[in-house]
């Protein structure tokens, strides 16, 4: 099971470094499944000052943050979090935006209806 190891520190740092490297200032790498997988687990680099616009929630989902610090925001409300904080992402319009440098877990899992 080495193949599937993932030394999230590591990871980090290479997406951090592609996001600083990129004209959309993030990057993403799935970590564990794919589209056709119930369960998927996507890290994201999000630089400071940028946003993953408003979109429709996953049936079910977290976010965790690894490093940095997010706000999250839904439908008249918002939360923020910093690097260990973990949430259920709410199932409603969303959106994520980085205060600084920021890592995160993204956990879905796919409905199978």
């Known amino acids: 099971m080495n193949d599937m190891l993932v030394n999230l520190p590591a990871l980090q740092e290479q997406l951090l470094s592609k996001a600083r490297a990129s ?4 990057a993403a790498e799935t970590v564990y499944g794919g589209r056709e ?7 994201m680099a999000l630089l400071a000052d940028q946003e993953l616009p408003e979109h429709d929630s996953p049936p079910e989902a977290t976010l965790q943050v690894l490093t940095g610090h997010l706000q999250l925001r839904g439908q ?5 979090l910093s690097a260990g904080d973990i949430i259920p ?5 969303h959106s994520v935006s980085a205060r600084d440098d920021s890592v995160f877990l993204l956990t879905v899992r796919r409905s199978t209806e």
Do not use: K, M, V
Request: no cysteine.
């Open 89 to 93: 992402i709410p199932p409603e319009r």
């Open 76 to 80: 008249d409300r918002h939360w923020d």
């Open 23 to 26: 004209h959309a200032r993030r």
């Open 37 to 43: 997988a119930i369960l998927r687990q996507t890290a």
